[in-house]
């Protein structure tokens, strides 16, 4: 049987389990973090609908850690404690192709034994739409695919900075096999992040960053400016594809938006 705490002192002990835990989990201290499980801690990922024991956490918290040890996530609230419960709630907010794409993530850890006993972990997929529309809370199905919140926002970072890096877009022939093995993450993996996170086709993302790479490339270059040769070397394999995904973004089509660059270099000339 186990003792019973007055409750300011069972608080005071579980705000400071709690905290050794998260200065672990910071620090990227994985024996650190697994020493502080109880033998019978049960840790509940519902976004995944997986419940986890002891034998299955070490990876698990192994793949979620940190990356950088000042990497900080941004909590929406402070801890809140209540006996020998501790309530943390944050979020990790990815890139999508339409506004800003959130993962809103609370825990409810419990301490026994001055142990972390239970671990509640419960996500939500948010999509920040612009101004014009309307945002709504979307709910994905559940991952089958083994990644909790924290791993997709990883990948959705190694996704990003491999098409920065590396600009694989420029190439016509690009498809979704080669850009999951290069980034290191199966199809399935990659196909999932795209399509149930960031809300769209691998196309419709690959087409974006080669329209954002044309209109570097425009801001840059000289009258004449031939559009459509711009077009092909920043890898859009059709013009059909290259105007649709031009006045999607833009919201003109391409002769109009090389006509007010123009406009507008001659008159910062004419100054």
Known sequence: MHAVDDGPLQTQATGETVMRYHLRWKYRDLEGVMALYHPDIQYSDFFQNRVMGLHELREYVRDSMPRNPDEALEHSDRIRLDGDTAFIQYQMTLRGSDGLVSF???????????????????????????????????????????????????????????????????????????VAKECGYSRNQISYLLNQVLGQSFYRYVNQARLQHLLAALDKATPPLRVDELAFAAGFNSLSAFYSCFRQHTGQSPKAYVKQISLRARAQDSR
Request: no cysteine; charged share 30%; hydrophobic share 30%.
């Open 104 to 178: 809103r993530s609370s825990e409810a850890i419990t301490v026994r034994d001055g142990l972390i006993w239970r671990v509640n972990e419960y996500a939500s997929l948010v999509r920040e739409q612009p101004p014009s529309k309307t945002s709504s809370n979307l709910r994905p199905a559940a991952s089958r695919l083994g990644l909790s919140p924290r791993q997709l926002s990883f990948m959705a970072e190694d996704l990003q900075q491999y098409f920065e890096r590396r600009q694989p877009y420029l190439d016509p022939e690009l498809d979704l096999q080669r």
